[in-house]
């Protein structure tokens, strides 16, 4: 079965930096967009970033654009985020996202908090 393993996140100061990876098992990762998603307490949950099979053409939420980086290593099955400049509105559970066959997938999130 399809299963999205977040890590890496925690506690960081504003101006600080994390990568959040994600390991992707039960499906041809090479062959499946891939997503992270974010939702901060009483908000909807938001897409950050994405980047497709090859890992072109990432896109961003304007609000990361310049801080936030997608990459991918189809030979690890992995997907990361790499946050810099992290901003006290950054704060949410980050998940990894994929679609496949008619479905969504999510991982079970991982808490990033940024704050002095």
């Known amino acids: 079965q399809v299963q999205l393993v977040e890590s890496g996140g925690g506690l960081v100061q504003p101006g600080g930096s994390l990568r959040l990876s994600c390991v992707a098992s039960?499906?041809?990762?090479?062959?499946?967009?891939m997503a992270w998603y974010r939702q901060a307490p009483g908000k909807e949950r938001e897409l950050v970033a994405g980047?497709?099979?090859?890992?072109?053409?990432?896109n961003y939420v304007d609000s990361v654009k310049g801080r936030f980086t997608i990459s991918r290593d189809n030979a690890k099955n992995t997907v990361y985020l790499q946050m810099n400049s992290l901003k006290p509105e950054d704060t949410a559970v980050y998940y990894c996202?994929?679609?496949?066959?008619?479905?969504?997938?999510w991982g079970q999130g991982t808490q990033v908090t940024v704050s002095s």
């Open positions: 039960g499906f041809t990762f090479s062959k499946n967009f």
């Open positions: 980047i497709t099979m090859a890992g072109s053409n990432p």
């Open positions: 996202y994929t679609w496949l066959d008619f479905r969504q997938y």
